[in-house]
């Protein structure tokens, strides 16, 4: 009996331990499920739609008809000229999620997103204020997959990875795609307390889903988001050859619609395909003239706002930018980033300069001219450069030309033909165009990014000879710098007569006066 009862108490002892071990499996088990549902994976994960939310009972009553009304003077649906004012909300994916009646948890609805001002959406992720300003469909890494970035600025240095929600074609939960890196888009070096510009890749698989067409920010797969961007992306096959980029424009005292209409028409005339401006606080006369040019569809405005706690007032701009000099220098690489990522797949390259600015071709008939018989020098010589860089003159505002009857006062390109022999060192105050199957992030000068990383800027910027490609023309009253000893003394005194922009002249000059008195500019 008693070898009997050892027999079963081992047994059971047995027994009892491999149910402990059962147990403990089967609970290792479910915290490992948990944690796989909340890990940051970075594989693409669709989400499952685990709770519905409803439509609130006056937003499903009154909304459709609300959006469906239509302008008089435009003849387009409110829902229309909403999309059309906002350089990114997916306010058509917005409205149809409401429409519904039910949507999923993770998916966001008209009145979940979180603004921060008219052009910004918020998304706070890991303790991190991210700012959002617009999502880009972007295929020219073959073997990586196609990409999603997304522009935003955040109030960290080192803000985390953020997860990407896509939306693909009728989903109804989104695709989590955890961000593969954050580029920060900035010369300059980090600064605490301050909006800095970074750019998200994540990637969009190479499945034969398509193209997403939405995509948020968030912190946690499957999570709920605040935020719905619309992804740009458009093509054109074949390729056109340049579009130019001009970053906001700020000043509603100023009164510049006769030069901007010259700057345009010289654009047009020199072989630019279409121009991007961004339109913070301008003057009357200028508005009439964007206007204008926007339904002649030879320019896109977008607007701009500032991010943040940063002043969007329209006296204030000005004070802002002219003041806060590291600041205008974050803020601006945002729109010439997103012209460039406007324009990967529609243009061969664009061009990033002002309008008291303009790269002139030294002996080509235009400027797309001038960079495809540069491009072909480049690679002759082993380089494959991202952006190429015009050494910069200045032609002073006291060097004009007297007013004629066919030179008009109000012409300021065609009446400044006297400029500096000297040129600015290579490195200092150069624009550029930059090669839109390579660049990836913008400042002033040149790319920061490409698509292998950090521009070398040994290996990819290309300087243009100014005797035989192009150089760029800078029309001021005085050097730039606060010091003007060397101005004085290498800039002024040598001067020379310099008529290449009169290649143009009766074409620009024809076209910028029948725009100016169309629009009663002139007197």
Same mark, same amino acid.
């Given at each position: 009996?008693?070898?009997?009862?050892?027999?079963?108490?081992?047994?059971?002892?047995?027994?009892?331990?491999?149910?402990?071990?059962?147990?403990?499996?089967? $609970?290792?088990?479910?915290?490992?499920?948990?944690?796989?549902?909340?890990?940051?994976?970075?594989?693409?994960?669709?989400?499952?739609?685990?709770?519905?939310?409803?439509?609130?009972?006056?937003?499903?009553?009154?909304?459709?008809?609300?959006?469906?009304?239509?302008?008089?003077?435009?003849?387009?649906?409110?829902?229309?000229?909403?999309?059309?004012?906002?350089?990114?909300?997916?306010?058509?994916?917005?409205?149809?999620?409401?429409?519904?009646?039910?949507?999923?948890?993770?998916?966001?609805?008209?009145?979940?997103?979180?603004?921060?001002?008219?052009?910004?959406?918020?998304?706070?992720?890991?303790?991190?204020?991210?700012?959002?300003?617009?999502?880009?469909?972007?295929?020219?890494?073959?073997?990586?997959?196609?990409?999603?970035?997304?522009?935003?600025?955040?109030?960290?240095?080192?803000?985390?990875?953020?997860?990407?929600?896509?939306?693909?074609?009728?989903?109804?939960?989104?695709? *989590?795609?955890?961000?593969?890196?954050?580029?920060?888009?900035?010369?300059?070096?980090?600064?605490?307390?301050?909006?800095?510009?970074?750019?998200?890749?994540?990637?969009?698989?190479?499945?034969?889903?398509?193209?997403?067409?939405?995509?948020?920010?968030?912190?946690?797969?499957?999570?709920?988001?605040?935020?719905?961007?619309?992804?740009?992306?458009?093509?054109?096959?074949?390729?056109?050859?340049?579009?130019?980029?001009?970053?906001?424009?700020?000043?509603?005292?100023?009164?510049?619609?006769?030069?901007?209409?010259?700057?345009?028409?010289?654009?047009?005339?020199?072989?630019?395909?279409?121009?991007?401006?961004?339109?913070?606080?301008?003057?009357?006369? $200028?508005?009439?003239?964007?206007?204008?040019?926007?339904?002649?569809?030879?320019?896109?405005?977008?607007?701009?706002?500032?991010?943040?706690?940063?002043?969007?007032?329209?006296?204030?701009?000005? *004070?802002?930018?002219?003041?806060?000099?590291?600041?205008?220098?974050?803020?601006?690489?945002?729109?010439?980033?997103?012209?460039?990522?406007?324009?990967?797949?529609?243009?061969?390259?664009?061009?990033?300069?002002?309008?008291?600015?303009?790269?002139?071709?030294?002996?080509?008939?235009?400027?797309?001219?001038?960079?495809?018989?540069?491009?072909?020098?480049?690679?002759?010589?082993?380089?494959?450069?991202?952006?190429?860089?015009?050494?910069?003159?200045?032609?002073?505002?006291?060097?004009?030309?007297? *007013?004629?009857?066919?030179?008009?006062?109000?012409?300021?390109?065609?009446?400044?033909?006297?400029?500096?022999?000297?040129?600015?060192?290579?490195?200092?105050?150069?624009?550029?165009?930059?090669?839109?199957?390579?660049?990836?992030?913008?400042?002033?000068?040149?790319?920061?990014?490409?698509?292998?990383?950090?521009?070398?800027?040994?290996?990819?910027?290309?300087?243009?000879?100014?005797?035989?490609?192009?150089?760029?023309?800078?029309?001021?009253?005085?050097?730039?710098?606060?010091?003007?000893?060397?101005?004085?003394?290498?800039?002024?005194?040598?001067?020379?007569?310099?008529?290449?922009?009169?290649?143009?002249?009766?074409? $620009?000059?024809?076209?910028?006066?029948?725009?100016?008195?169309?629009?009663?500019?002139?007197?």
């Amino acid at each position: 009996m008693a070898g009997g009862r050892g027999r079963r108490g081992g047994a059971c002892e047995w027994l009892c331990s491999v149910r402990r071990r059962t147990w403990v499996a089967v $609970v290792c088990g479910c915290i490992f499920v948990l944690l796989y549902a909340f890990q940051d994976s970075p594989e693409m994960v669709v989400c499952g739609c685990d709770w519905k939310v409803k439509t609130e009972e006056r937003v499903a009553k009154y909304l459709p008809s609300l959006m469906a009304q239509e302008n008089p003077s435009t003849k387009r649906t409110i829902l229309e000229e909403a999309e059309a004012s906002h350089p990114s909300l997916a306010l058509s994916f917005l409205v149809g999620q409401e429409k519904r009646g039910l949507r999923c948890h993770n998916t966001p609805g008209l009145f979940s997103v979180r603004h921060n001002n008219e052009v910004w959406q918020k998304a706070v992720i890991k303790g991190v204020t991210f700012l959002i300003y617009g999502a880009y469909f972007d295929q020219r890494e073959v073997e990586k997959g196609a990409a999603v970035r997304v522009l935003v600025v955040a109030d960290s240095p080192n803000p985390p990875l953020p997860i990407c929600h896509l939306w693909y074609e009728d989903d109804l939960t989104p695709t *989590a795609s955890t961000a593969e890196k954050i580029d920060y888009l900035h010369w300059q070096d980090r600064v605490s307390g301050a909006w800095l510009p970074y750019l998200v890749t994540c990637r969009a698989g190479h499945d034969l889903r398509g193209v997403p067409r939405v995509a948020a920010l968030v912190g946690h797969s499957c999570g709920p988001a605040t935020n719905a961007l619309r992804i740009h992306q458009e093509e054109e096959v074949p390729k056109r050859d340049l579009a130019l980029c001009h970053k906001f424009l700020f000043d509603p005292t100023q009164d510049y619609s006769k030069r901007l209409v010259e700057w345009l028409e010289a654009a047009r005339a020199w072989g630019v395909d279409e121009v991007t401006l961004y339109e913070a606080s301008v003057h009357p006369n $200028v508005r009439a003239v964007l206007r204008y040019y926007e339904n002649e569809e030879f320019i896109q405005v977008l607007p701009w706002r500032s991010p943040g706690d940063q002043p969007s007032l329209g006296h204030l701009y000005r *004070a802002l930018y002219d003041t806060q000099r590291y600041t205008l220098f974050t803020a601006e690489n945002i729109p010439y980033t997103d012209c460039l990522l406007r324009h990967v797949a529609t243009h061969r390259f664009i061009a990033v300069w002002d309008m008291d600015e303009f790269i002139v071709p030294t002996k080509e008939s235009s400027l797309p001219a001038m960079m495809a018989a540069t491009q072909v020098l480049a690679h002759k010589q082993g380089q494959h450069p991202t952006s190429y860089l015009a050494p910069c003159t200045y032609y002073f505002d006291d060097e004009a030309e007297e *007013a004629t009857e066919d030179l008009p006062e109000y012409l300021h390109l065609m009446r400044h033909v006297t400029r500096t022999v000297k040129m600015a060192p290579p490195r200092v105050f150069t624009k550029a165009v930059h090669d839109t199957s390579r660049a990836l992030g913008l400042h002033a000068h040149y790319a920061l990014l490409n698509l292998k990383g950090p521009i070398d800027r040994s290996r990819d910027l290309y300087y243009l000879y100014p005797a035989t490609e192009g150089y760029l023309g800078h029309y001021r009253p005085k050097c730039q710098g606060e010091d003007q000893t060397e101005c004085q003394e290498m800039y002024r005194p040598y001067l020379t007569r310099d008529t290449t922009m009169w290649k143009y002249r009766p074409e $620009v000059t024809k076209r910028t006066k029948a725009v100016l008195e169309s629009l009663g500019l002139l007197p």
